[in-house]
Nanobody, 124 residues
Framework: QVQLVESGGGLVQAGDSLRLSCAASDSILSSYVMGWFRQAPGKEREFVAGINRGTISTHYADSVKGRFAISRDAAKNTIVLQMNSLKPEDTAIYYC?????????????????WGQGTQVTVSS
């Protein structure tokens, strides 16, 4: 069973940056596609960013492209989401997830394992 633990959320102002980390209980980097999702109050969970297993291929939602960056830290067995130029509409709970698929998928149903989430709040 893969366990994922997110950290790094907080309250920031518009234009600020945050760095989210997702620590895994197992060596998942070469075995799973990893994704970040977010869910705002009253809205469905949506795809934010994903990274293919064993490669550096990354994918982003249009709403975060150019501002967010997903990466792997193999030495620490973590997935990082660097978020820059944050906007109030980025406010949500952010979740890390792992999928046994060949490529990044954007649907939450494709992911088997989920972290507990970390709150990101961006004030205007």
């Amino acid at each position: 069973q893969v366990q994922l633990v997110e950290s790094g959320g907080g309250l920031v102002q518009a234009g600020d940056s945050l760095r989210l980390s997702c620590a895994a209980s197992d060596s998942i980097l070469s075995s799973y596609v990893m994704g970040w999702f977010r869910q705002a109050p009253g809205k469905e969970r949506e795809f934010v960013a994903g990274i293919n297993r064993g490669t550096i291929s990354t994918h982003y939602a249009d709403s975060v492209k150019g501002r967010f960056a997903i990466s792997r830290d193999a030495a620490k067995n973590t997935i990082v989401l660097q978020m820059n130029s944050l906007k109030p509409e980025d406010t949500a709970i952010y979740y890390c997830a792992a999928a046994i698929t060949l490529y990044v998928r954007r649907g939450p149903g494709d992911y088997m394992y989920w972290g507990q989430g970390t709150q990101v709040t961006v004030s205007s």
